[in-house]
């Protein structure tokens, strides 16, 4: 069964404090690893494709990366603005093209 | 209007009531989806359609009805729902069946 695990749950940063979020896959034939950004009351917005291990993507404060069992967020000097739920989905093939999502992670950017 | 548009955002209804939800996509995807999102657990794909055919049925409750009358539109029909049913439904809708999702800022039901 394809599974996705985010940790942390939750994570509090200082404004300028880097850091990462990590997504755990377990998946048969990965197709792609997806990251997308929901802000409450919002529904989620794409962010990043990754399709295969030594993938990087760069957007603004973000770079995501993939590795053969996990993929990382990294935010580097983040802004209260980039306060959100990450959510990372995996696509496997074989057919099936749904998307199998995480829990989350719940960023908190204190100025 | 572009991208996604869901209506209504908020809906409060009885266990007897029927109502339903209605989503349009903007963006001439051919791909329409809904999901269900509650407290503490990943979103959960309810049903699949493409080109207005049901792909996908995930094991949905009967109490949830889908409608898809073109590409654009997608509705689901609610009735005699649970309070377990209270979540955030969320529609999206791709280029096609496996590509990019794009979704709505989704509707708030509230079952009573």
């Known amino acids: 069964e394809d599974q996705v695990t985010q940790s942390p749950e939750a994570l509090r940063l200082q404004e300028g404090e880097s850091s990462s979020l990590n997504c755990s896959y377990t998946?048969?034939?990965?197709?792609?690893l997806f990251w997308y950004r929901q802000d409450p009351g919002k529904g989620p917005e794409f962010l990043f494709t990754?399709?295969?291990a030594g993938e990087e993507k760069e957007k603004e404060r973000l770079k995501a990366t993939l590795t053969k069992k996990e993929s990382f967020l990294h935010i580097t000097a983040p802004k209260p603005e980039d306060s959100a739920t990450y959510l990372c989905?995996?696509?496997?093939?074989?057919?099936?093209?749904?998307?199998?999502f995480g829990k989350g992670t719940k960023l908190t950017v204190n100025p | 209007e572009t991208g996604v548009t869901q209506t209504p955002r908020h809906l409060v209804m009885g266990m007897t009531n029927k109502k339903s939800l209605k989503c349009e996509q903007h963006?001439?995807?051919?791909?329409m989806y809904w999901y269900k999102q509650s407290a503490k657990k990943p979103l959960e794909l309810m049903f699949v359609?493409?080109?207005?055919?049901?792909?996908e049925n995930n094991s949905v409750p009967s109490r949830f009805s889908p409608e898809c009358p073109n590409s654009s539109h997608l509705f689901l029909h609610l009735h005699t729902l649970q309070p377990e049913d209270s979540a955030l439904y969320l529609c999206?809708?791709?280029?096609?069946?496996?590509?990019?999702?794009?979704f709505g800022a989704g509707t708030r039901l509230s079952v009573l």
């Open positions: 359609y493409n080109f207005k055919e049901q792909t």
């Open positions: 963006l001439g995807h051919n791909a």
């Open positions: 998946v048969s034939g990965l197709r792609g």
């Open positions: 999206a809708s791709s280029q096609d069946i496996g590509n990019i999702q794009y």
């Open positions: 990754l399709y295969s």
């Open positions: 989905a995996v696509q496997a093939g074989g057919g099936s093209e749904k998307l199998v």
